[in-house]
Structure formats: C-alpha cells, structure tokens
C-alpha cells in the first residue's frame, strides 16, 4: 500500500494505491485525520486506484468513522475511482454515510469531486443512490 497528501487545493488530496486489507485502511484513514489536524482543512478528496474493493466496512470501523464524520458538518469527504468494482464499494459506504448524516460522496471523476467540494449545491447526486423517491 502507498498512499500520498497534497493540501494545494483547497482542500486535502489523498492517493491510496494497492491497499489490499482492513488495516491497510484503517492505517491510511488515521494517517488522513493527522494531516488534515496538521493543515487544518475539513474537505477531503480520496482518490482510490488499484486497490482491492473493501465490502465489509467494519474490517476498518467504518461506523465509527462515519459517526465522528456526522458529528462535524464542516468535514465534507469526496471519493474517487473509476473502477466499476471500488466505485461500487464507494457507493456502499455514501449510503452508510447517509444515514449517519454525513457528508460523504462517491465519484467516478477528480473533476467532478472537486466541484461538489468548492460548490456543494450545484454538484448532482452521484448516481441518485440518495435522491428521495417522489
């Protein structure tokens, strides 16, 4: 696993490459809160590339992260990846987000990602996983 920050944005950019495990993520995500303690922003965009799908989200206590995630409004968290098979694990854990009430989205596209951090009204729902039945 190699995982890289850059705070030039506007907002933190994480690359998580070959993670494979739980730990490997949890690892990574305590790693994360340090640097955004450590330049002191509340956007994150996580880019995910060659890594394994994660399903089971408890492996790295994802419940309590996403709890600690509601509990600050000001943290908002854009996932990337363009594979079908970690996208699909991204959507999982938008879902979870949201009932939690935390602001956590999944995206197939940098650009996309990045404009729901800078503008989060005009950025659509990915993929209408949380939009309300009429």
């Known amino acids: ?3 890289s920050f850059d705070a030039g944005h506007g907002y933190l950019r994480a ?3 070959e ?8 690892a ?3 790693a994360l809160g340090e640097e955004c303690s450590k330049h002191q ?3 994150m965009l996580i880019c995910v590339r060659a890594s394994r799908p994660i399903f089971r989200v408890e492996q790295y ?10 509990c600050r409004p000001e943290y908002r968290v ?10 699909a694990a991204h959507e999982y854990l938008e879902v979870l987000a949201g009932q939690h009430g935390a602001q956590l989205r999944s995206f197939s596209g940098e650009a996309a990602a990045a404009d729901w ?6 950025a659509p729902r990915a993929a209408g996983l949380l939009a309300k039945s009429p």
């Open 78 to 87: 854009a996932l990337v990846a363009s594979r079908p098979d970690l996208r």
């Open 117 to 122: 951090l800078r503008n989060p009204l005009r």
């Open 28 to 30: 990574f995500l305590d």
């Open 15 to 17: 690359e998580l490459v």
């Open 1 to 3: 696993m190699r995982f």
């Open 19 to 26: 993670r494979e495990t739980g730990e490997e993520t949890r």
């Open 61 to 70: 206590r994802a419940s309590l992260y996403l709890q600690e995630l509601a």
């Open 41 to 43: 922003v509340y956007s």
